[in-house]
């Protein structure tokens, strides 16, 4: 599961408890008739995954899940469930009976009905006293639903929740307040009691889908036929976006304080993260904002319940992403990703150094390529002509670059910059 908070080791000390991720069987093909009835990820590797006679039951539908490693959602939608995938015995029905989501390059299909409700919370630790699990995936005009007493309004003391979700909790009503994400990405995410700051002080919750994106996204570029030539997992532009489900998440991006709006990025219920202030602290920039200004408004993006990308860093303003960070951290607030545009020749295997700077948050590298033009180094240092030669020798440089990123554990996601100079 991830925690994707700067208190990950406090919160883990308060009642986590060890639930054993599923084993894990991996096929080449499915040839006869398979029945999922234990806590498996049961991995078809092919992207012809069923022969004739080739079938698979999940009848385990607390835990078991079917994961089809080299095709997307659409396609095993629309080409594989059919005849092929069933839930009890019934045929999988995406919507209905199962979840056919993203999983990297390929699909997941979770055997969930269309009425689950993936978060269940308790009044006493250790899941006792009064259960309430009459929880969707609503929001309130983009914003952190407000529990009412029924709902357990500041008596929230442990919960459970779904693989394939996330919830944000927050201790003031409409989103207000002291708030935390809660990723259950791998098995089901369960909590015997909570911290103090969250124990019985509940009064807000958003509960989202989570998809187990690649890393490989493309910068500044929502059009499904690039983003389907590259084969990526996530995209963004310069607003709130729009859905690219079920292949890729389309993440919203508020570009500056106030545009698009808090209320818009949050009710864009395709991703649950959010870009925010495109590097600030750049004068160069189009819309150059102070951290007081940023700081003004921060309260507003948490109030969505999405997890958040800092600021955008800028090559020569890496004191106005250290002044943000350490003020969202002397408050308290919710700050859960660290984004970084990387413009640069070198220093891509370095990733840990900026994880442990800025207070060990998971790094989204949103913009970049193999040196600046402003610099003059990298592809940009001789000649700049879209030439065969040159072409090649950006792709050489960038190998090594995709290698660094793809092994770094620090490095959640990077998107590619397809726009600099020639």
């Given at each position: 599961m991830k925690i994707k908070q700067l208190a990950c080791v406090m919160l883990l000390a308060f009642g986590l408890t060890a639930n054993a991720a599923n084993t894990v069987t991996k096929v080449n093909q499915v040839s006869t008739a398979v029945t999922l009835s234990?806590?498996?990820?049961y991995v078809i590797t092919s992207t012809t995954p069923f022969t004739g006679n080739g079938s698979?039951?999940?009848?385990?539908?607390?835990?078991?899940?079917?994961i089809i490693q080299g095709i997307r959602p659409s396609l095993v939608i629309s080409n594989h469930l059919r005849n092929r995938v069933f839930i009890n015995g019934a045929q999988a029905v995406n919507g209905q009976?199962?979840?056919?989501?993203?999983y990297a390059h390929g699909a997941i299909i979770m055997p969930y009905g269309k009425g689950l409700k993936p978060l269940t919370v308790y009044s006493e630790p250790n899941f006792g006293g009064t259960a309430v699990n009459d929880f969707g995936l609503e929001h309130t005009g983009g914003f952190m639903n407000s529990l009412s007493e029924d709902k357990l309004n500041n008596q929230i003391r442990s919960f459970k929740l779904k693989r394939g979700y996330m919830v944000t909790f927050a201790t003031g009503l409409n989103g207000w307040g002291y708030s935390r994400c809660f990723i259950a990405d791998k098995e089901d995410l369960e909590f015997t009691e909570l911290p103090t700051v969250l124990d019985g002080r509940i009064s807000s919750y958003r509960v989202f889908q989570w998809y187990d994106a690649q890393k490989k996204g493309l910068a500044s570029d929502t059009r499904q036929e690039a983003n389907g030539l590259l084969n990526t997992s996530w995209c963004y532009d310069w607003a709130a976006g729009f859905s690219h489900l079920p292949d890729r998440e389309c993440v919203p991006h508020q570009i500056y304080v106030a545009w698009p709006s808090a209320s818009a990025c949050g009710s864009a219920t395709y991703a649950c993260h959010m870009k925010t202030n495109n590097e600030p602290g750049n004068s160069a920039d189009?819309?150059?904002?102070?951290?007081e200004t940023i700081l003004n408004q921060w309260q507003e993006l948490m109030r969505t319940g999405l997890r958040l990308c800092s600021e955008s860093s800028h090559d020569g303003s890496w004191g106005h992403l250290d002044e943000f960070i350490a003020e969202v951290d002397r408050r308290g607030w919710r700050c859960d990703i660290l984004d970084l545009h990387c413009y640069w020749s070198g220093g891509f295997d370095?990733?840990?150094h900026y994880y442990d700077k800025y207070g060990k948050r998971p790094i989204w590298i949103s913009e970049f390529?193999?040196?600046?033009?402003?610099?003059?180094?990298?592809?940009?240092?001789?000649?700049?002509?879209f030439s065969t030669e040159n072409q090649q020798k950006n792709l050489d440089a960038m190998k090594g670059i995709f290698n660094s990123l793809n092994d770094s554990p620090y490095v959640e996601r990077y998107a590619y910059w397809n726009s600099e100079a020639d």
């Open positions: 234990t806590n498996v990820d698979v039951n999940i009848t385990n539908t607390e835990h078991a899940v079917l009976n199962c979840q056919v989501k993203m189009d819309r150059p904002q102070d951290v370095n990733m840990k390529v193999w040196g600046a033009s402003w610099n003059n180094n990298g592809i940009f240092a001789t000649d700049r002509s």
